[in-house]
């Protein structure tokens, strides 16, 4: 599902030279600084120029009897005592101006009497960053803050999520008597690619026209390619427990990786993760998901596929739930008692008993009753389309009785143009900027009333998770 691949597969030579053009548009404000100053000298210079610019602190409360402080201001006006841990509107100070250059002031998170984390605020008109200066970074997180502050007037959004829950362990407070198939779970989009870099190896999903703009700005590609910031054993102690893997290399196990265009984590280093973790943890449920496969040249494609089977039978056999003795009308408890909370999915088994089936598609019609695992690709690069499909295949499910977990990806799939365009006007230069300009759209879609009623054994997927948000909402969404 990686959109450059697959656009540029289709129409190389364009591709190729429209990315080689994207390249050298260079970042830059739509309004040069004399003609801001000008403007501003203007229009801005009554004594309430800056109302109505500012800064939305939007909290959200998991972690009880949280408050917030806001001090050190520079250019923002702000509490210096602590509010309730909702929204809160900060306006600028010192003439709307002020937010042309770039000013901080800090944002303190407390619970009672204890400082658990702190952000440095950076606000400037062309961008702004949140950097954390103190805290624990498995339980408090900066979901995203948005660039958005506009000549006529409009507010920045900081978003800021913290949670008493234990994400590690999560599941011990789960209802052990829910069957698999009743659970909903947090996860990831290609979860491996972490580490994707510059000097990462291209790979075999990557199309020819990507594999040439990879030489050429190879720093560039990187930046698509990544969807998530930390490791697998890094979202697994945030509390994901759904792993999307698609693997490239050869027939040697030693050869395969994750990939998303470019090398991200090895397989081998992937499953030690799972292992260490879930020994430790022995009442989380870990899935991990292989849906696609990307042979090296040469290589046959059940070679590689036997390869991965053989190794995940003997690195993680006495903890693989198998498809043999257990399924999806299997309860958790079942599995916790056994020790055996690893499943290991496929789109193709190949005979090999303990594999459970999974089906990644654009239409769930392809579904069917010996179906494990569906997982629906809306293919959008919009929101509002996204928006539409999912909902629509939300009420399909509840429509008709289904056996499977039922994978929603609520991440968009930025094409070529939505690239270019976010390239051109400075707005995002990766994915991770892109997954920015759209992720708290749809925060506030999935906290729809009433969108989720009647479902369960969902997992919930997304590009760079800071799992605390899809962990809190499936606990919420199963009452523990």
Known sequence: MFPLSKIASSRPSRDAAAMRAAMSVPRRPFLSAPVIAAFSGL??????????????????????????????????????????????????????????????????????????ASYAVTVSAWGSRVESTGGDPAYLSIA????RFGVLGSQDVLNISSTDLDLASWMQGVNP???????????????????????????????????????????LIAGWSRAQSVDVAGQLQRGIRYLDLR?????????????????GQSFTDVVGQVKAFVSAHPTELVIMDMNH???????????????????????????????????????????????????????????????????NTTNIGKCGASTDICSYWPESAQLDQQKQRLTAVLDDLRSRPHPYLFVLQTQLTPDLDTILKG?????????????????????????????????????????????????????SMMGS
Not at 68 to 92: F, K, N, W
Not at 443 to 468: A, C, M
């Open 177 to 219: 008597s829910l069957q698999i198939r009743q659970l909903d779970l947090p996860g990831t989009h290609d979860s491996g690619t972490s580490d994707i870099e510059a000097r990462s190896p291209v790979t075999p999903d990557a199309s020819p026209a990507i594999a040439r703009a990879a030489e050429i700005a190879p720093g």
């Open 144 to 147: 995203t803050m948005y660039p």
């Open 43 to 116: 229009v801005f210079a009554a004594p309430l120029a800056h109302a109505g610019q500012g800064l939305y602190l939007d909290v959200l409360a998991y972690m009880p009897s949280a408050s917030m402080t806001i001090d050190s201001v520079q250019c923002m006006d702000g509490s210096p005592q602590p509010v309730l841990m909702q929204r809160q509107y900060v306006e600028a100070s010192d003439a709307w101006s002020c937010l042309y250059t770039p000013s901080t002031f800090s944002l303190s998170i407390w619970s009672a009497a204890r400082k658990v």
């Open 293 to 359: 496969w990307y042979p090296a040249p040469g290589t046959e494609l059940n070679v590689m596929r036997n390869s991965v089977y053989q190794y995940l039978q003997a690195q993680l056999g006495p903890m693989l739930a198998g498809r043999d003795h257990y399924d999806p009308s299997s309860t958790l408890g079942t599995l916790q008692t056994a020790r055996r909370t690893v499943i290991a999915a496929t789109d193709q088994p190949m005979g090999y008993a303990f594999l459970w089936t999974s089906v």
């Open 423 to 475: 390239l051109g006007d400075g707005k995002y230069s990766d994915l991770k900027g892109f997954t920015g300009s759209y992720e708290y759209g749809m925060r506030w879609y999935l906290d729809t009333p009433h969108l989720f009623d009647g479902l369960s054994g969902l997992i919930f997927i997304q590009d760079f998770s800071n799992g605390i948000d899809l962990t809190h909402r499936v606990t």
């Open 247 to 263: 693997l490239c290399g050869g027939s040697d196990v030693d050869t395969i990786v994750t990939c998303h265009a470019m090398a």
